[in-house]
């Protein structure tokens, strides 16, 4: 990959958009992960305002950390970033008190979970329509069109994707190039919504590039029966993903009433 040149344009696509759209600049939710540290460094290198919410849902502290460093880092190099904290964890815990209760806790992990997306989703909205700006998204190819690994209306929620054409691993290389902190290029991902140290590895089952090296022998039309051994085991997991999250990719579907009914 032509890592400056697609770092250039991917930077000169977000500008454009923006000027078209008659907005401002950006608003990005920065998690303490690689993706929305790349993702909010190429809005900052837009020139245009570029506003970084932290928004820790019983958070770990190291991914706070990284997040308030990450902030930090653009704060002293682009002038156009600024910043946001809002602690969401008393919002939560009302939403969850509010609720009926149930049997076992377990039974409802995943769905929180995804609470906790569609909260940081509404608030990035609420700023996003106070300052004028566009909600940037972090997703990247696996994630968004590989194996479905977000939140429908949650971190899925989002005016434009800048980095969704990029593999996991093309998302490193920019961070690299952009001088993201070694301490987010080192950690492990996670997208956490869990309150415990789980990374996405754990949740998928396989590691982003052995999920890329599935995506890529998908598009060139291999099956399971290719396959032995682990390679197996990860092609088998990525089709599973992939069509248990086909409601993520694909649009909305629509009812159409047939001529003549109406």
Not at 132 to 139: D, I, Q, S
Not at 178 to 204: S, Y
Request: glycine share 8%; net charge negative; proline share 3%.
């Amino acid at each position: 990959m032509q890592v400056e040149k697609v770092t250039d344009h991917i930077v000169n696509w977000l500008k454009e958009y923006a000027q078209k759209a008659g907005v401002k600049g950006f608003v990005i939710g920065v998690s303490g992960g690689i993706d929305s540290a790349v993702t909010s460094t190429l809005c900052a290198k837009t020139g245009l305002p570029t506003l970084c919410l932290e928004m820790p849902i019983h958070q770990a502290e190291s991914q706070v950390s990284r997040a308030l460093n990450h902030i930090q880092w653009l704060q002293d190099n682009f002038e156009n970033t600024s910043m946001n904290r809002v602690d969401l964890t008393p919002v939560f815990d009302s939403f969850v008190a509010s609720l009926p209760s149930v049997d076992n806790e377990e039974d409802r992990f995943l769905t929180l979970a995804n609470a906790r997306a569609r909260l940081r989703m509404t608030t990035l909205y609420y700023f996003a329509g106070l300052d004028g700006l566009l909600v940037a998204g972090t997703g990247n190819k696996v994630e968004d069109f590989g194996v479905g690994f977000y939140t429908k209306y949650g971190d899925g929620g989002v005016d434009l994707s800048p980095i969704a054409d990029l593999m996991k691993s093309e998302v490193y290389e920019i961070a690299r190039y952009l001088g993201v902190n070694q301490d987010i290029q080192k950690a492990a991902p996670t997208d956490g919504l869990w309150g415990d140290d789980r990374t996405d590895e754990d949740q998928l089952g396989a590691s982003y590039d052995e999920l890329e090296w599935a995506m890529n022998m998908q598009e060139q039309g291999k099956v399971s029966s290719d396959f032995s051994g682990r390679e197996k085991v990860v092609f088998d997991k990525y089709i599973q993903l992939n069509r248990a999250n086909q409601h993520k990719m694909v649009p909305i579907p629509v009812c159409e009433i047939p001529v003549g009914l109406k």
